[in-house]
């Protein structure tokens, strides 16, 4: 768990991510102390979207991210992972 919350603290998503105010009862953000604004509630999502990602490749150290950059106007695409050793 200590190496999960360090993964968490050094994120560079959620150390440049900046929190508004406000809360929705049906929103993750909910779980969350800080109050968040919609638009706090959507960063909220992919940071946690990267945290998995970063969780995934440190508990699975043959694994790469083959994930393509999203592109504009371009349905964005789920995570890839590609295990190096096959």
Do not use: P, R, W
């Not at 509630?41 to 990602?53: D, H, P, V, Y």
């Amino acid at each position: 768990m200590e190496n999960i919350k360090n993964i968490i603290d050094i994120n560079e998503y959620i150390n440049t991510c900046f929190i508004k105010e406000t809360k929705d009862y049906y929103s993750l953000s909910y779980l969350v102390k800080n109050n968040l604004s919609q638009n706090s509630c959507i960063k909220l999502g992919i940071a946690i979207e990267k945290i998995l990602i970063d969780i995934i490749l440190y508990y699975n150290k043959n694994l790469i991210n083959i994930k393509e950059k999203n592109k504009k106007n371009i349905k964005e695409k789920d995570h890839l992972f590609k295990d190096e050793k096959k």
